[in-house]
């Protein structure tokens, strides 16, 4: 089990508390229809996190015929629900189009999240399908331009680093990428409880000068904020563990962690070549393969679950197509840690209380003017 | 010895016919000062080389007395010549910097070049310095708007791929990015001996309709031209080897490369944790260790040489700061590769028979009116 699923773990176990005070269930939808392994792995993902999260509840949306062939002879746990959809929108499909079939699994399990029927969503599905039907159907937090997907990258330190945004704009602007570092920063100390968080801003260089126009300009928003900005940091730092939380437009962002993925295609492969060479070295690979598969496994996210999506009315978690299982059981998990942590609740109150200071100092700057010299 | 000094050892061997049927001597100014290990890594880099390139000579640009001090009691082979040089530029300090410090290493190095005393410049100095000074003295090849830097990525497949830019531009236009791709394009075609090399542009989806606003306009320019472009690959693919030239924005292609260099550290310090953990996998490990350090050498950018500047009237290639005599010798030996397969003319003939094909295409437009319908 690789470092991320502990993570996740530990998170969810520090979380528990939370849910047994309020003494209501965590109700999460999962879309059953999403990824690449369908019905069958979310139905597996489903049962690994009931078992193990207290007062969870999973309803599971998607084809019952399919899902009940999934099931086999065995029962379904209490804890799970099937809520049928007849529909379900391919991993190529235009993400918009989810929005024009009513009856596909992404957008019952939205709605579930509309109505209150559920308290957050998890899908391993179309991931622009998933971010606009959550825009169009759950809408912004007000004061919030752009959502953002986050995820946790691994680093050198014992704790990851949050990394956002990792695909769902292009083209951002430097307010944009300010309201990222806002919201990265809440979901550190909210979710992973870290103290006065750390933002660092991606970059080309170390210098407030260097970069592209929008990150120079950024730089000085983040400067002027009340966010624990550390500055700019180059792309060779990302595994350092040098911030908390490092901001960059989503463009960047995904082709890192697309890069970072990649990579371990890339690892694994050079590795089985060399093992092939000679007797030592086998001899050698079969005693280190434990190691090294841990060390892959770092570097896999699929294996952490699933990108939060920060900024819309509701607790969203979008997983990658890939995931196994284990990885969506985990989404679920971090999915639980997200609605006892309410980060959705504490980005609107953060969001609210800016907008009215801003509104308090422009009062104040019209009932009192600036005080002239004396003399 | 990585797979990266034997790929440009190969290629050196194969140039080698040029530079004897010419008859005259590649002669590489190197800025001795540039790098952190200063003039003794400079001075053993050029040793190396020589030794092993018929018909190099290479200038050691930098100050005489600590060049003389590195050398020892040992003699300067003929084929290596000091060219005194009393100022060098920090790593830190400002790119314009250098313009303004007519006696620093870097500009005599480049002004070798422009009077025709060097044809090739190697400098593991200040990038910014470096490409600062060749624009500014050397002057842009006449259609390249902007000049960009390129590197080398291993890939699955035997054969790198070429990544430009790789920081030289930010904010790059949709038409930087396609005489991005034309000059790799010749790079791979005219120096790696390519046919018809494939070019691929970095985006964030294989659709046309996938990236941000250059991106998109940059693969409408892509398609129309005559480059033998394959549309869009996603940062995953970087390493698979999919495409001979793979182009991007310098903010973009500067981030993967540093975080690709950074990945290098995080795997070899995850690698020596794993190692202490037990007695099994540290056996494992020492039977392991020379090809994981193989492994690690190939994702290690530094062991390469360095990055050739296309598109300045000359040949110049920025090496890693951190660069190794090793690394240094094998800058020396690209920029001898790029020297006798005269990539500069090149880039220079194409850009030119571009404009008359355009002009004439516009005579032809003017001269023939488009036909009427006889109807």
């Known amino acids: ?13 520090r979380w528990e508390k939370e849910s047994t005070t309020r003494g209501e269930p965590v109700v999460i939808a999962l879309d059953a229809m999403g990824g690449d392994r369908g019905p069958t792995a979310n139905l597996e993902g489903a049962l690994i996190a009931v078992a193990e999260q207290p007062g969870l509840i999973v309803k599971l949306v998607g084809r019952q015929d399919e899902l009940k062939e999934a099931l086999g002879k065995s029962f379904l746990p209490e804890e799970i629900e099937i809520i049928h959809a007849e529909d379900a929108l391919g991993m190529n499909e235009p993400a918009t189009l989810a929005l024009r079939r009513p009856n596909c699994s992404i957008i019952k399990a939205v709605e579930l999240l509309v109505s209150g029927k559920a308290h957050g969503l998890v899908s391993m599905g179309n991931t622009g399908a998933v971010v606009a039907s959550s825009l169009v159907k759950l809408g912004k937090i007000g004061g919030v331009e752009r959502p953002a997907l986050m995820t946790l990258f691994p680093t050198l330190e014992k704790r990851p680093s949050i990394v956002l945004d990792i695909g769902a704009n ?16 809440l979901y550190a100390e909210e979710v992973l409880e870290r103290k006065r968080p ?35 940091i180059e792309g060779g730092e990302i595994l350092h563990g040098t911030a908390d939380v490092i901001v960059t437009d989503g463009f960047v962002g995904n082709t890192i962690l697309k890069f970072a993925e990649g990579s371990i295609g890339f690892f694994k492969r050079i590795a089985k070549k060399g093992r092939r060479k000679n007797l030592f070295s086998m001899a050698g690979s079969v005693l280190m393969s434990g190691g090294f598969k ?32 284990l990885a969506i059981s985990n989404a679920i998990s971090l999915s639980y840690v997200m609605v006892n942590a309410q980060i959705d609740k504490k980005i609107a109150s953060y969001m609210r209380l800016k907008k009215e200071n801003v509104e308090n100092e422009n009062i104040r700057d019209r009932v009192e003017p600036p005080r002239e010299n004396p003399d």
Do not use: C, Q
């Open 1 to 13: 089990m690789g470092r991320w699923i502990y993570y996740t773990k530990r998170l969810a176990r």
């Open 170 to 185: 292009v083209d951002s602007r430097p307010e944009h990428i300010l309201s990222f570092a806002e919201m990265g920063s």
């Open 198 to 232: 750390t933002v660092a801003l991606l970059s080309i260089g170390a210098e407030p000068t260097k970069g592209n126009s929008t990150v120079k300009e950024a730089h000085k928003l983040l400067r002027k904020s009340t966010l624990n900005f550390v500055g700019n």
């Open 294 to 325: 841990k060390l892959m496994r770092e570097f896999d996210y699929a294996e952490y679950g699933g990108a939060p999506l920060l900024g819309v009315r509701g607790n969203v978690i979008v997983g990658h197509g890939k995931s196994t299982p």
